[in-house]
């Protein structure tokens, strides 16, 4: 491949919903992937086809401990994403997220490496600016059951930026808007896992509160591509830059596609609202489309149906 340069790259969180899609890529494109993963929410399985190949290589190691590797890039991914993981142990959570970034920033000093944070979001909180722009400041309640998680990537993305400042770091800061597709966890109580694994067993589906809070669903492949697009930018390009789907929807709407999408009779029952819950989220991708070249490609509907046909076949293995 002409100008092509294999690069030694780490990925943590790799065994994950979005590590495991990340690592695939990465390998596709060429280059030599380092796993490293403590299995809290991922798996074997979402790694299981690429094990294979001899430019693949897995670590057990929990990233809130120190890791000493050689790498030329990095993707921190390692974190816990959905409320109910999140929430298990908040302050494994905090840790994770933030001397996770203390270590990898840390393994980017020493080698010189380019590095990767995946922000979220939540560091908007429950948003008053709609939709949310990266210089919005957030809205978070410091003290609540999502401040582990949403203060935690605050803290991690602090921690990105003294690097830059201080030591000339390479980095990169995305935050990430709620992303679905294959490999989602299950019974990670997410709100499309929750509506497609109930839709499919007959279940009712659970509406917290009245199902007006409204999201965006950004498909997973389109989520991949504007990492690898990001990693590529130049070294002045540091982020924050909002990644994600703007196309807006209340969580009533996204139940009533999934079941015109399954064809399943499940009814809407409602459920008491999580506190804190954001009543409204959307990204506004304009700083993407212009540094990044970005934008979704994959409409809710199509993504929904790839969704349904993984979680389809997932319980059809473990029926067997
Ligand atoms: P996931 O839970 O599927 O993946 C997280 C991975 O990190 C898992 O494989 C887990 O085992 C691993 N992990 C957790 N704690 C670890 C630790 N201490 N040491 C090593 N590995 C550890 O979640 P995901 O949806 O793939 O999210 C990946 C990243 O993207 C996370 O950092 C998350 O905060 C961020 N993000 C995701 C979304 C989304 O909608 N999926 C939205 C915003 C941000
Ligand atoms: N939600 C719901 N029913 C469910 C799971 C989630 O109504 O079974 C709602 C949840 O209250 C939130 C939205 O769906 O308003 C998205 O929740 P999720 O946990 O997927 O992600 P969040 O964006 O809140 O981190």
Redesign the pocket.
């Known amino acids: 491949m002409a100008g092509f340069v294999r690069k030694r790259v780490l990925v943590t969180g790799g065994a994950g919903f979005l590590g495991s899609h990340l690592c695939e890529r990465l390998l596709a494109l060429g280059h030599d992937v380092l796993c490293v993963d403590n299995y809290f929410t991922g798996t074997k399985d979402n790694i299981a086809s690429l094990m294979g190949s001899p430019n693949f290589e897995v670590m057990r190691h929990d990233i809130s401990m120190p890791l000493m590797v050689e790498v030329d890039e990095i993707f921190n991914l390692a974190c816990p994403?959905?409320?109910?993981h999140y929430q298990y142990d908040p302050v494994q959570t905090l840790k994770t997220s933030v001397l996770g970034a203390i270590h990898v920033l840390g393994i980017a000093r020493r080698t010189g490496a380019r590095v990767f944070q995946a922000s979220t979001?939540?560091v908007y909180g429950d948003p008053d600016v709609h939709p949310q722009t990266e210089d919005y400041r957030g809205n978070v309640n410091p003290l609540g059951p999502?401040a582990c998680y949403d203060e935690g990537k605050r803290c991690a993305e602090t921690l990105f930026f003294d690097h830059r400042r201080k030591h000339g770091t390479s980095i990169k800061v995305v935050r990430i808007f709620?992303t679905y597709g294959p490999r989602m966890h299950p019974e990670?109580?997410?709100?499309?896992?929750?509506?497609i694994t109930?839709a499919l067993r007959g279940d009712d589906?659970?509406?917290?509160?009245d199902?007006s809070?409204t999201?965006a669903f950004c498909f997973v492949s389109d989520m991949i591509e504007g990492f690898v697009r990001m990693m590529d930018t130049p070294d002045e390009v540091t982020g924050p830059v909002n990644l994600g789907n703007p196309h807006e929807i209340t969580?009533r709407e996204?139940?009533e596609r999934i079941l015109r999408i399954t064809g399943s009779r499940s009814k809407l029952v409602f459920?008491p609202?999580?506190q804190d819950?954001?009543?409204q989220?959307c990204p506004d991708i304009g700083r993407a489309r212009a540094l990044l070249g970005w934008e979704p490609r994959v409409a809710l509907e199509d993504g929904l149906e790839r969704t349904v046909v993984f979680f389809a076949r997932l319980f059809d293995r473990n029926r067997d």
Not at 81 to 84: H, K
Not at 188 to 195: A, E, H, L, T, Y
Not at 205 to 209: H, S
């Open positions: 994403a959905s409320p109910r979001s939540e999502r709620n990670d109580g997410r709100v499309v896992s929750n509506f109930q589906i659970t509406l917290y509160g199902g809070q999201r969580v996204l139940a459920a609202l999580p819950d954001p009543t989220r």
